[in-house]
């Protein structure tokens, strides 16, 4: 069985903003994942989001979405939505759906 690495933002973007993505994809290969919401909100820097456009294209990385009424979109809004949450800290987007999807 192949594991896959999930990434956040803050993780994925240390690596596009030292020009370092290359690591990465020395260390796992084509095993890599984003969550849709870590590709959002990459795409904010023009220059990351076209690094990460190569990766996807090149076969390094895929951009994974969360299936409405999955249990990991529930577990995602759980902790991201002020109005679902009763006892769970929130915490960003991008966290969040690597959080669930790593699940």
Same mark, same amino acid.
């Given at each position: 069985? =192949? !594991? $896959?690495? %999930? %990434?956040?933002?803050?993780? @994925? /973007?240390? %690596?596009?903003?030292?020009? =370092?993505?290359?690591?990465?994809?020395?260390?796992?290969?084509?095993?890599?994942? @984003?969550? +849709?919401?870590?590709? *959002? !909100?990459?795409?904010?820097?023009?220059?990351?989001?076209? &690094?990460?456009?190569?990766? $996807? *294209? *090149?076969?390094?990385?895929? @951009? !994974?979405?969360?299936?409405?009424? /999955? !249990?990991?979109?529930?577990?995602?809004?759980?902790? =991201?939505?002020? =109005? +679902?949450?009763? &006892?769970?800290?929130?915490?960003?987007?991008?966290e969040a759906?690597?959080?669930?999807?790593?699940?």
């Amino acid at each position: 069985m =192949t !594991e $896959v690495i %999930f %990434f956040d933002t803050d993780c @994925i /973007s240390s %690596f596009l903003w030292t020009k =370092t993505e290359h690591l990465l994809i020395h260390c796992f290969g084509n095993d890599m994942i @984003i969550p +849709r919401q870590v590709y *959002n !909100e990459i795409s904010s820097v023009p220059h990351l989001q076209q &690094k990460i456009d190569v990766m $996807v *294209n *090149n076969g390094n990385l895929k @951009i !994974e979405d969360l299936l409405v009424g /999955s !249990e990991e979109n529930n577990l995602y809004l759980d902790l =991201t939505d002020y =109005t +679902r949450s009763s &006892k769970l800290a929130l915490i960003g987007k991008g966290e969040a759906a690597a959080i669930v999807l790593s699940k």
